[in-house]
């Protein structure tokens, strides 16, 4: 089974809109961490927002923030006011054990097109 | 700026040559190295757990013999590709974790191999 579900493939997004980019989990960890990443066409992974399980906030960086549900083992990333360069694909990852040693295993992705 | 360097960012090869990739975690000692592989339009599969003074640990269906990882140092694993075929046309990616900062994990520039 996945652990990690992407359901969207692709998104489209007005400029300056928000959008919302779906990711649920499936761990029987009780500590974990969730992680979403920016991949533009260079193919860098630009690590964009953290939330660990035991976190009880949403996380938020700037635009950024993170909708955190976990009885829905949700962790869904929604970027606000969108800008042409958020244009990129989108990864969703998990870290069980939330141990530094341990990888992390991604999401399929989402691709996101911001339009003028 | 940069916790984790790649290099190189991009090679071509001929089928039957043996590549080296090098992968250093800059201003900290990491004794575990993470590899991944992407292929075109799919997400990103850990490859092996690079570990420091002991042998790689493999994922399944990943040939150990083809992709040999030596973590000779604390700062500097790599993945040598032997004896490349077009099928192994890939972007490979690594991640060096730090420890004590769990709320992050950063990877490499990464680097794209194509074998002709």
């Known amino acids: 089974a996945q652990k990690i579900t992407q359901t969207q493939p692709g998104m489209f997004v007005q400029e300056k809109e928000a959008v919302t980019l779906d990711c649920t989990y499936d761990?029987?960890?009780?500590?974990?961490?969730l992680f979403w990443y920016k991949q533009p066409s260079s193919g860098e992974m630009i690590f964009l927002i953290y939330?660990?399980?035991?976190?009880?906030q949403n996380a938020t960086e700037g635009r950024y923030s993170l909708n955190f549900q976990k009885a829905r083992k949700s962790a869904n990333l929604v970027i606000s006011a969108s800008q042409l360069g958020d244009s990129a694909m989108y990864f969703c990852?998990?870290?069980?054990?939330?141990?530094?040693?341990?990888?992390?295993?991604f999401g399929k992705g989402t691709r996101l097109s911001v339009i003028a | 700026g940069a916790v984790v360097s790649q290099h190189p960012s991009w090679v071509i090869c001929k089928s039957g040559t043996s590549v080296k990739i090098e992968c250093r975690s800059l201003?900290?000692?990491?004794?575990?190295m993470f590899w991944y592989r992407q292929f075109p339009k799919q997400s990103l599969m850990l490859m092996a757990t690079?570990?420091?003074?002991?042998?790689?640990?493999?994922e399944q269906g990943v040939e150990k013999d083809k992709f040999l990882i030596n973590h000779a140092s604390l700062t500097l694993s790599t993945l040598t590709v032997t004896s490349a075929h077009p099928e192994d046309s890939s972007f490979y990616i690594c991640?060096?974790?730090?420890?004590?900062?769990?709320?992050?994990?950063?990877f490499g520039q990464g680097t794209r191999l194509t074998v002709v």
């Open positions: 939330q660990g399980s035991y976190d009880e």
């Open positions: 761990t029987s960890d009780q500590s974990y961490g």
């Open positions: 690079s570990n420091e003074g002991s042998k790689a640990t493999y």
């Open positions: 990852a998990m870290r069980e054990r939330n141990s530094g040693n341990t990888p992390l295993v």
């Open positions: 991640s060096a974790p730090q420890i004590a900062r769990v709320t992050e994990a950063f």
């Open positions: 201003d900290f000692q990491a004794t575990t």
